[in-house]
DNA sequence: AACGAAATTGACGTTAACGTAAGCGGAAGC
DNA sequence: GCTTCCGCTTACGTTAACGTCAATTTCGTT
């Protein structure tokens, strides 16, 4: 059976206060952030997550909900999930914590000059892409002069 | 057995004259291109290289070395190995050749942008990210300053 | 009790571009 | 005649992030 994401147009029954409360069912996280149920269990399992059970029902409070914030937010920044569950256990440790900021800092600027590799790759190739279109565009011109 | 590329420190039999030949052995392409032979087979499986055999080896010719060329190129800027082979596979029907130039034109036009829409999402992946580095720089240098 | 909706686990499928391993064949050199 | 070199084929493995499917199970109604 697939799962089912219908039936909820505007009939969502979490009222101005219930928004205020601690805990959310998966399909909560899954709507509030536009991730499929699979998603994440998926997190679960490669321990991004680790929602509390009711016996059998995942029950994820406001913690797991930033944590997945966290996730999404460092995959948009282009981290793979290894290395975001990396930065979020070192920072579960809590101790030190001046220690593991120190450290995620250093990853985030590691990754700021990749992906400023990563933009300068991407430039060259639409230089490069544009410089052959031009090629193309003279090469038509030419033949449709020849041919009028 | 592995697949060996030892023993060419600089005495490649290759003279200058020879260097203006016709045709190419696998790993003459693979040596010149900085590809592994496997790859060069692969793009054959996949029919963007057609060699020639004599018994059993493949010999590449200039139109094979040429094509070779485009697919590098195509790789570059972003085009997948499918829509590469199409490209190349209209450039060779060589009846209508306008229009085939037309429609590679677009998808060159297509695919840039493409490739502007991916470094948009690279610069504020950047962006978010620089800010983010500004937060925690802030963070720790609040908790110098209070140690201190 | 029955029903449907929502949830669960487990496992295999997907995509791209090759890598890697295993085993075979022929030519060249000693 | 044996080893090396070079190449060949077949076929399974890899990586990431899930998708998809099957077979239940739990829950709230009716």
Same mark, same amino acid.
């Given at each position: 059976?697939?799962?089912?994401?219908?039936? *909820?147009?505007?009939?969502?029954?979490?009222s101005d206060i219930e928004r205020a409360?601690?805990?959310? #069912?998966?399909?909560d996280l899954a709507r509030? *952030?536009?991730?499929?149920?699979r998603t994440l269990r998926f997190y679960e399992d490669k321990g991004l997550l #680790?929602?509390?059970?009711?016996?059998?029902?995942r029950l994820y409070s406001r913690r797991d909900r930033a944590r997945l914030k966290l996730v999404l937010m460092g995959k948009r920044v282009g981290f793979s999930l290894d290395e975001i569950r990396e930065m979020l256990d070192l920072y579960d440790l809590k101790d030190?914590?001046?220690?593991q900021l120190r450290v995620s800092l250093e990853r985030f600027r590691e990754q700021i000059v990749a992906l400023e590799r990563q933009k300068r790759d991407v430039e060259?190739?639409?230089?490069?892409l544009t410089r052959t279109c031009d090629v193309v565009e003279g090469i038509l011109k030419q033949r449709t002069a020849q041919a009028g």
């Amino acid at each position: 059976m697939k799962e089912h994401f219908t039936h *909820f147009p505007s009939d969502d029954d979490t009222s101005d206060i219930e928004r205020a409360r601690k805990l959310f #069912t998966i399909s909560d996280l899954a709507r509030e *952030f536009g991730v499929t149920l699979r998603t994440l269990r998926f997190y679960e399992d490669k321990g991004l997550l #680790t929602p509390r059970r009711e016996g059998n029902a995942r029950l994820y409070s406001r913690r797991d909900r930033a944590r997945l914030k966290l996730v999404l937010m460092g995959k948009r920044v282009g981290f793979s999930l290894d290395e975001i569950r990396e930065m979020l256990d070192l920072y579960d440790l809590k101790d030190g914590q001046e220690t593991q900021l120190r450290v995620s800092l250093e990853r985030f600027r590691e990754q700021i000059v990749a992906l400023e590799r990563q933009k300068r790759d991407v430039e060259e190739a639409i230089s490069d892409l544009t410089r052959t279109c031009d090629v193309v565009e003279g090469i038509l011109k030419q033949r449709t002069a020849q041919a009028g």
